[in-house]
């Protein structure tokens, strides 16, 4: 039973290129989380998914990013004109449920803008 | 607004060494919290979920409690595998989100 697969676990983007994440969550889970962490300081929430729909994207910028996790396939965080700020990683994690269960990360993503 | 807080920053401590780590949260209607371990370059690996004041787990040489304010994370005669980053998390109200805290970094010696 594979866990969370996060790829590329390396991305390096110019400034203004667009970033592309992808999330495939463990099998039989159907909620996703994206959060981002940059160094020397805790996780953050970006947004939570399910099959088709964003359900909170209350941590996600307004502009530039969005996120989307389709019937088939896996979640993808998206980055438009990426900025050296947007350099972090980004971490998928994925659960059974949304209330009170554990939820199980990728090995993240790092990005780096140059 | 909720707050999770964890101390120390970091802890370094000699092989067989007890000790414990602390994560204090403020939240309106805990659901639950989440102890994870993280290694360098690697996403959180998940260790227990609490979900009620007074409730304990434990894994190995690791202890978890819970009161109402803080929780703590018990390690016992560590070894030098159990250097990690431990982050404490929360997910309250109706919210769906975890609120993490910055972690402690965990050092043992052999």
């Known amino acids: 039973n594979a866990g969370v697969m996060q790829n590329p676990r390396h991305l390096v983007r110019r400034r203004g290129q667009e970033a592309r994440l992808r999330c495939s969550p463990m099998?039989?889970?159907?909620?996703v989380y994206w959060y981002r962490q940059l160094p020397e300081e805790g996780l953050k929430f970006m947004v939570y998914?399910?099959?088709?729909?964003?359900?909170?994207e209350s941590g996600m910028p307004k502009e530039r990013f969005s996120a989307e996790f389709p019937k088939e396939g896996p979640s993808i965080l998206r980055i438009q004109q990426v900025v050296r700020g947007d350099s972090a990683a980004y971490f998928c994690?994925?659960?059974?449920?949304?209330?009170?269960?554990?939820?199980?990360f990728g090995q993240g993503t790092r990005l780096t803008v140059v | 607004e909720d707050q999770v807080t964890q101390s120390p920053e970091a802890l370094r401590l000699q092989e067989g060494e007890s000790s414990s780590l602390n994560c204090s949260y403020t939240?309106?209607?805990?659901?639950?919290l989440f102890w994870y371990r993280q290694d360098p370059g690697k996403g959180p690996e998940f260790l227990f979920t609490?979900?009620?004041?007074?409730e304990e787990k434990e894994k190995e040489r690791l202890k978890a409690t819970l009161t109402k304010k803080e929780s703590f994370l018990h390690i016992t005669a560590p070894k030098p595998e159990d250097s990690a980053t431990y982050l404490c998390?929360?997910?309250?109200?109706?919210?769906?989100?975890?609120?993490w805290g910055a972690g402690t970094k965990l050092i043992i010696k052999p």
């Open positions: 994690a994925s659960s059974q449920s949304s209330g009170g269960t554990e939820a199980f």
């Open positions: 099998k039989g889970h159907s909620h």
């Open positions: 998914l399910q099959k088709e729909n964003i359900i909170d």
């Open positions: 939240v309106s209607g805990l659901r639950g």
């Open positions: 609490l979900y009620s004041a007074g």
């Open positions: 998390a929360v997910q309250a109200g109706s919210n769906y989100q975890l609120i």
